[in-house]
């Protein structure tokens, strides 16, 4: 078995956090930035009164704005409460170097109503993390670490000679979450690829949550259950959240890469596109499919069959491919079968990308696209 091409495109300048090696640096100025609230309290007060301190020597060299650092460093290693005790000890100085060294004047009025608004955004900063329950950028990184897992969910893994796989995921105005997601799995004996394609209510971050559980969930299901099980249990599970947004669309998509034959799960999801070498064109792949996920209880998806030959393609896609505000769904879909036409010629390396890019939607939704191709 040799491998062939297997890529996966997600949105540019995403960052993936590393959590199997620490660099020596950052693994010891973590253990400093660690230390008990009180010490960094007192190491901030410490250094707001030496700035005091060196506005009494030179008080023409050393500005009131001096304390911005010191009051974004309280903010975000700080507790609220201790954040309190530090911005008080500020505003005693800066109360001393008003009366007792600079006087007053109206341009340190502005920069005093600076560093106000610095405080007050460093409170909301540090009540957001104190009900995460983290200090510092912990929560960031456990975020981005979560999502960087889960999004590893959808990478398209190593396929049999002659099987080619891409997806390419886009979020709605380039956030980082999206209310898309791609799921794969390949069977332990490299006979059977399985890739669920979801689209979540709600878009980019308001989505992103319910995305991330999702995809922990699916990808938990996909090469565990039989595929006439997934979409049913997926439905399960929506249902027992209780979401108020809790429904989604799914299509479920598991080969044989042994003989090409292929079976199709829908829930209220769009229609799939396949071309076929042997005639040249791209169909749409209606069928009997579901409702979509987490309103029904304990309900069925029927499945259809189809097959991949020899220079044959399948292409999944999400509704922010084919659909925008004040234009029918059968407008984009004729731009994308426009789309993948273009496909035939220039190879299907690198459709998922394109595809997207040229969505209907185009940056107003999320949206994403799994091409599957053989030689």
């Known amino acids: 078995m040799t491998a062939q091409t297997a890529r996966r495109e997600v949105d540019p300048g995403s960052t993936r956090v590393s959590v199997l090696r620490a660099e020596p640096w950052p693994a010891r100025l973590r253990v400093v930035l660690q230390a008990r609230q009180p010490v960094r309290a007192f190491g901030l007060v410490v250094a707001g009164w030496v700035l005091l301190a060196c506005m009494v020597a030179w008080p023409l060299n050393v500005a009131w704005s001096m304390y911005a650092p010191l009051v974004v460093l309280a903010g975000l290693f700080l507790t609220p409460g201790w954040f309190a005790v530090v911005s008080a000890s500020y505003a005693v100085s800066l109360g001393i170097s008003a009366f007792m060294v600079r006087g007053w004047s109206v341009l340190q009025g502005f920069t005093l109503l600076a560093l106000a608004l610095t405080m007050t955004l460093m409170v909301m900063r540090t009540r957001s993390r104190e009900r995460l329950g983290v200090q510092g950028n912990g929560g960031e990184d456990m975020l981005a670490d979560l999502r960087d897992r889960l999004l590893a969910l959808g990478d398209m893994p190593s396929l049999p000679t002659g099987w080619h796989a891409e997806s390419a995921i886009r979020s709605a105005y380039g956030d980082k979450f999206s209310g898309d997601l791609a799921v794969t799995s390949l069977s332990p004996d490299g006979h059977r690829l399985e890739v669920a394609l979801v689209d979540l209510s709600g878009k980019g971050r308001t989505a992103g949550t319910r995305s991330l559980l999702c995809s922990?969930?699916?990808?938990?299901?996909?090469?565990?259950?039989?595929?006439?099980?997934?979409?049913?249990?997926?439905?399960?599970?929506?249902?027992?959240?209780?979401?108020p947004e809790g429904f989604a669309t799914a299509v479920h998509l598991a080969v044989d890469l042994?003989?090409?034959?292929?079976?199709?799960?829908?829930?209220?999801?769009?229609?799939?596109?396949?071309?076929?070498?042997?005639?040249?064109?791209?169909s749409v792949l209606e069928s009997a499919g579901g409702p979509v996920l987490g309103i029904i209880p304990e309900i069925q998806f029927p499945r259809s069959a189809g097959r991949l030959g020899r220079g044959d393609a399948l292409v999944l896609y999400t509704d922010g491919v084919i659909e925008a505000r004040g234009h029918d769904l059968s407008r984009g879909l004729d731009r994308l079968l426009g789309n993948a036409e273009r496909l035939i010629t220039s190879g299907f390396a690198g459709g998922a990308r394109r595809l997207c890019a040229d969505a209907q939607a185009g940056d107003?939704?999320?949206r994403a696209v799994v091409v599957i191709w053989r030689d």
């Open 216 to 243: 922990g969930a699916i990808g938990g299901l996909l090469g565990q259950v039989e595929p006439e099980r997934l979409l049913p249990a997926a439905n399960h599970y929506l249902v027992r959240q209780e979401w």
């Open 258 to 282: 042994r003989t090409g034959d292929f079976t199709l799960g829908n829930a209220g999801h769009p229609a799939p596109i396949q071309f076929t070498a042997g005639s040249g064109r791209w």
């Open 364 to 366: 107003s939704d999320d």
